[in-house]
């Protein structure tokens, strides 16, 4: 198995370069030069964050053996956790991961500090509040999301605002040297595959990469990744569809997509095939939010 380091890093991708030569290749791609223009980027902090809404009730997960248990509690609490956990990661338990937080939605001020914001990358459906549809990922170093794909089978821009993050992902046509476990997550550790356990994935052709502060990253429907956060860190992302890539998602349920996934897939196929307005839609794809959690 060769692990490769190869991927696109461009600098201010223009969006009709993106959409030809990435969206419709298939092709995960970072680009960089954006987001240091936010005034997000020089401002935001886990301790701004705590400052900014200490008593928001808040939710972060713990992973262990392919199961997730959710912890409940405050903005202030959290950042504790981490603060303590950093200042001697070798005599403190790891914190658990702020993993999927609508956190647009719960701080909308938030919005103002990613201005300009590249919202010509996504399909002009979603242009109508944007923000909505954003998850936040807030943890510690040495925190780690195991090896999935995007349980909708979409499109998925990633911007890192603080820390730097190691991504090993894997194209869809490498899934099947993976070994899956339900619908969406994989058995393979890729920082140490033990190839006597899972021997297809020496098949496999993995590219392992660093996301810096300041990048964005894009990656294909389907596409598998493992993340570890090598420092304190902030990002968000959105997941989103294409026309093409929701009607495809839609014959997944044949390839063992739970129904309330179908469900979601088919509210936004019906918003941006038929063009019903994302208003309308909103109201029932919310729910997904909490979902995905």
Not at 41 to 52: D, E, G, Q, T, V
Not at 80 to 92: A, F, G, M, R, V
Not at 126 to 138: G, I, P, S, T
């Amino acid at each position: 198995m060769i692990v490769s380091s190869e991927i696109d890093r461009i600098y201010k991708l223009s969006s009709d370069e993106f959409h030809k030569d990435y969206v419709e290749l298939g092709k995960p791609v970072i680009i960089s030069g954006l987001i240091p223009n936010w005034s997000g980027f020089h401002k935001w902090s886990l301790n701004y964050f705590k400052n900014l809404s200490p008593t928001l009730n808040i939710y972060a997960k713990k992973f262990s053996n392919q199961e997730i248990e959710i912890c409940r509690l405050t903005m202030a609490r959290y950042i504790e956790l981490i603060e303590t956990y950093q200042k001697d990661p070798q005599s403190n338990s790891l914190p658990p991961y702020c993993h999927d937080l609508p956190l647009f939605s719960l701080i909308p001020s938030l919005v103002e500090d990613v201005q300009p914001f590249p919202f010509d990358y996504l399909p002009k459906w979603y242009w109508y509040k944007w923000w909505r549809y954003c998850q936040f990922f807030l943890g510690s170093s040495h925190s780690i999301t195991p090896l999935h794909f995007d349980c909708l089978l979409t499109n998925n821009i990633f911007f890192q605002i603080v820390g730097r993050k190691q991504f090993t992902i894997l194209l869809p046509e490498d899934a099947k040297y993976c070994y899956r476990q339900g619908w969406r997550w994989f058995l393979v550790n890729p920082e140490n595959p033990d190839f006597n356990k899972y021997p297809d994935y020496k098949n496999a052709k993995p590219i392992k990469f660093i996301v810096n502060p300041g990048d964005i990253l894009y990656m294909p429907p389907g596409t598998l990744h493992h993340v570890r956060s090598l420092d304190p860190s902030i990002s968000f992302n959105i997941d989103w569809h294409t026309q093409k890539s929701s009607l495809t998602a839609l014959g997944a349920i044949t390839k063992g997509m739970p129904v309330q996934n179908l469900y979601y897939n088919l509210l936004l196929t019906i918003g941006l095939v038929f063009k019903i307005p994302p208003q309308i839609i909103f109201k029932f794809y919310k729910t997904y939010l909490n979902y995905v959690s």
